[in-house]
């Protein structure tokens, strides 16, 4: 069992920066892969990048892609997402999630943090 906790949301204008961070509880957090998604309102939810369990393989969705970092630190039992360049269209709540391999749709993960509010201003 893990339970996320996400932080770090919030409001900022276009072009600047934010740091997401997830707490996970549990000992078991570096055996776990861990995705960031997104839903904005009236979409559904997507996912933003992910990160296998050492931290050695990454992905991200074309839309972040050299704008977003994603990190762990396995001693401290948590997963960054350092978002750079926000656009308006970033805005959305945001989640974590652990999965036990790196997959990027959403079924495949089965433990959700209860989200964290973006809002990039224009």
């Known amino acids: 069992q893990v339970q996320l906790v996400e932080s770090g949301g919030g409001l900022v204008q276009a072009g600047g920066s934010l740091r997401l961070s997830c707490a996970a509880s549990g000992r078991t957090f570096s055996s776990y892969a861990m995705g960031w998604f997104r839903q904005a309102p009236g979409k559904g939810r997507e996912i933003v990048a992910a990160?296998?369990?050492?931290?050695?393989?990454?992905y991200y969705a074309d839309s972040v892609k050299g704008r977003f970092t994603i990190s762990r630190d396995n001693a401290k039992n948590t997963v960054y997402l350092q978002m750079n360049s926000l656009k308006p269209e970033d805005t959305a709540v945001y989640y974590c999630?652990?999965?036990?391999?790196?997959?990027?749709?959403?079924?495949?993960?089965?433990?959700w943090g209860q989200g964290t509010q973006v809002t990039v201003s224009s």
């Open positions: 990160i296998n369990w050492s931290g050695t393989v990454t």
């Open positions: 999630a652990a999965s036990s391999r790196l997959r990027v749709g959403e079924h495949d993960y089965n433990y």
